[in-house]
């Protein structure tokens, strides 16, 4: 209260100061005057009184002064004109200005973009209602992240455990009635989704528990984004309806728009309860399926509970869950595993992110990598501050000698420094939004689209300030802290051209040192991450990934009856193989390097297993004619032929690393490989090819015939290789399958796009630790050139004096080079130092290139050695063109 | 304090009335440049222990009459009873010395 009375009369002495001053004036020159009278009625002369009490009274000017300090806005105007002074140096050396404004805005964009990904994936809180009591709950020694809708329903059932708790699975629906697919990103989620997440609807409502149950209507909740683009964010949407997988659901609902889902790699568009689930999958439903694994199961913890209690009940409750819940299908000993099993529940404030699983160390190191960069063009802004510094001695003396304290003029140059922050930040802040947008696309793949939040929240706000206020810091102080410690008199007396400081001029070797070392390590961090894309680009990945077409075909929809599949898959594959432009053309279940998998295990003949892991076998079922359409090479026996069909002998063709495993040096055709009931014949070998990605080691792969599957799939893979480009091929075939039936979905893929896809990550970091890193280099470089350049001028005299004795021009050279050289063998001791101690921190991102490889290490301190000692050189060999006769005349 | 002590004991006095009558009260010990009497009363105006308002002298003139407020006298006893543990305090050592 008292302060803001106290505001208050300071801000109407702002606005009324003249009036003030005025007073006071007036207030002080009849305390004078009165005084004066005083004086002369006791005796004194007129002029002598009134002298009297001027003495009497002190400085006038100086106590006017006092008083307005004591209404205290002196020090925003002292700080304004800091501003105006600190503004009007630097647009007198905009050179400077810029360099520093441009090398900050890079260094603090990059900062600002990498944290603002790293934020929205890994540490921003959902925007949901109290995030911190979320928990997931996991089940098994692996933490199985998703359930089978039994054991939701049993958890949703008997739940004392939480005060609320939902089930969601990610999912895409086709929106097109046949055709190429058009899909809305989805979300199956549970009654209570919305009501426990705290999210209201903004137009009509959320789910009700009830429409959760069994036989319910097919209803849907969409999504702002959603609402917006396709109903115009007009409320009558409410009420009309979205076909998903050839099915009406009818909106009753819309999120607001801060509610993405629980996902941060994307949003969601449409939103479906659980119960609809038999609606879309009729013939293969999973809610009482006890082994199909779907759901995500959340809980929240009571308030005022401890996640520990809440993991008591999960545990007392566990053992009923899984007795009423074990899968059927299981045999025995499988069964008795399942009923040991506990929960365990894992804190989700986070929300679920792909990117961020995957990309978790490459963030962090990406992290460190351009904070590094900024380090360097803190060393590089300090460097230049110091050169400044010394040529503005003279004007720091002059100021601190007509009596600005130390303090003050540190004060000065820190508002300067600042200033330059502030213009680095801002202009950082714009780049960091695009860099922020141009990263997610490139990280954006075919299949997953990203459609990650990178709105500014405070806790990237802070980040951002904090790095400007540091960065001031860091580049600032140390040279105002040096500039200002002068002897005055020394300074003015002399015109001194050799301030005989050394101590600057070592703050100056220190930085440059520094950043060599920094920048070494940045250097070694992109031949790392270079070697490692180079190695996987260069992996055999046994099939060509070269021309090849694949033709995602899901015939669910289409009304075909399972038996009548078969057939169907056969006319699209004669009418692929017809097209002009094809030269051959396959089928399989699975294609190489996806995310999906089938592995089974395997009993072959003679062989037993010493872990079970080992008799794992990764199985795909391909038509006759794969193998050669992919180019992968048949090593042994033949492939599968029309032969191969329901009546015959079932067949399997098993890669080199199986044949080796079961088989030793045996020659394995012939042999016969057991799985669930059935015995397989070994009819071929063919050479080991990549499954689900370039880098994983050699797995144990078998094929089985697409002739011998008892029930033709509901979703099948044709392989096209063409002689033309790839995406031509798109309308003919779209066109040829829709002859045979409209009603299937298709999806196309190019299959060296997906393979480079599946390289996204380790390319990403390959490219952006080698722009970083040659940055870095840049700024290396730039410094040496400075603090060479400085030398230079600094030892003009003594280079001339030399000159003029008769020193050959390559002495001169050598001595201007020399204390470079020295800077440069300690910034590469150290940067090596550094590389070794980091280089472990990063392992997990290589491939096939070791951290610690001499000649990796010694390539990158051979660069850099090269390229600072030309940027030492030119301003060296300026030096040694100098004409001693000019240059000692000057002096 | 002085300035708060006197103007509780006289009501309202303006600028030069005050240093007067600090003189006086003192027997003339504390002398100080007069001058220094102003930002102090800046500062006690900007805290709000005394408020001035314009008035006329004995002499007919203009001057800005200084009032202490209710803040003001709380601020006198508080400094009062401060100024004198600190006194009673050094007392005690010159004593016991």
Known sequence: MIRMKELWRRL?????????????????????????ADGQAAGLAADAAQAAARRQFGNATQVQEKSREAWGWTRIDSWRQD????????????????????????????????????NAVLLRSLPVEDPQGLVQIRMGAEGDDELTNPIWEQVRDRQTAFSGALAYAPDRFDMADGGESHNATGLWVSGDFFRVLGVPAVAGRVFTREEDRRGTAPLAVISYSFWKRNFDGNAGAIGKTVRLNRHTFEVVGVTPPWFRGLDRDWGFDVAIPIACEP????????????????LRILGRVPEGESLEQARERMRALAPEIFRATVPGIFPVDEQRNYLKNSFFLKPVATGFSEVGAQYRTALYTLMAIVGVVLLIACANIANLLLARAG?????????????????????????????LAGFGTAAGLLLAGWGGRLLVHFLSTQRHPLDIDLSLDPRVLAFTIGAALVTAVLFGLAPALRATRVELNQVMKEHTRTPARSGRFNLGKALVAGQVALSLVLLVAAGLFLGTLRNLLAVDAGFTRHNIL?????????????????????EISDRLRALPGVASAASSVLTPISPEGWAQMVRPEGWVSKSPGEALLFLNRVSPGYFATMRTPLLLGRDFGDGDGMKARKAIIVNESAARQFFGAANPIGKTIGMDKDEYQIIGVVKDTKYNRINENGRNIGYLAAGQDAEAPPQLRFTLRADVPVETLIPA???????????????????????????????????????????????AMVGLYGITSYTVTRRKGEVAIRMALGAPRDAVVWLMLRDVAVLLAVGVAMGLAASLAAGRLVTSLLFGVRPRDPAQLLGAAAILAVATAVAAYVPARRAARLDPMAALREE | MLILKMLARHGQLHGYEIANAIQQ???????????????????????????????????????RYYRPTAAGHKQLLAEVEQYQRVNGAIHKILRAV
């Not at chain 1, 009036?19 to 009849?30: A, I, N, P, S, V």
């Open chain 2, 25 to 63: 009260v003192s027997d003339e010990v504390l002398q100080v440049e007069e001058g220094s009497l102003y930002p102090a009363l800046q500062r006690m105006l900007l805290k709000g222990w005394v408020t001035a308002e314009w008035g006329v002298t004995a002499g007919n003139r203009r001057a």
């Open chain 1, 733 to 779: 075939a779209r066109a040829a399958i829709g002859e045979v039936n409209r009603g299937i979905s298709l999806e196309f893929h190019n299959l060296e796009t997906q393979v480079s896809e599946s390289l996204l990550q380790p390319r990403a970091v390959a490219l952006l630790s080698a722009v970083f890193g040659l940055l870095a280099l840049l700024l």
């Open chain 1, 391 to 419: 040529a503005r001695q003279r004007e720091f003396s002059v100021r601190m000698a007509i009596g600005a304290g130390r303090a003050r003029v540190i004060r000065q140059l820190m508002t300067e420094s600042l200033l």
């Open chain 1, 279 to 294: 609606i879309l999958h009729a013939e293969r439903s999973s809610l009482d399926e006890r082994a199909a694994w779907w």
């Open chain 1, 83 to 118: 501003v105006r002074y600190g503004l009007r140096t630097l647009a007198a050396n905009p050179g400077f200005t810029a360099t520093a404004v441009l090398s900050l805005a890079l260094g603090i964009g990059a900062n600002t973009a990498i944290f603002s990904i790293l």
């Open chain 1, 12 to 36: 109407r002495y702002r606005f009324l100061g003249a009036r003030f001053d005025h007073d006071l004036e007036e207030e002080m020159r009849l305390h004078v005057d009165l005084r004066a």
């Open chain 1, 550 to 570: 694949i033709i995602a075909a899901n015939v669910e929809q289409a009304g075909i009856p399972a038996a009548k599949r078969a057939g169907a898959y056969r």
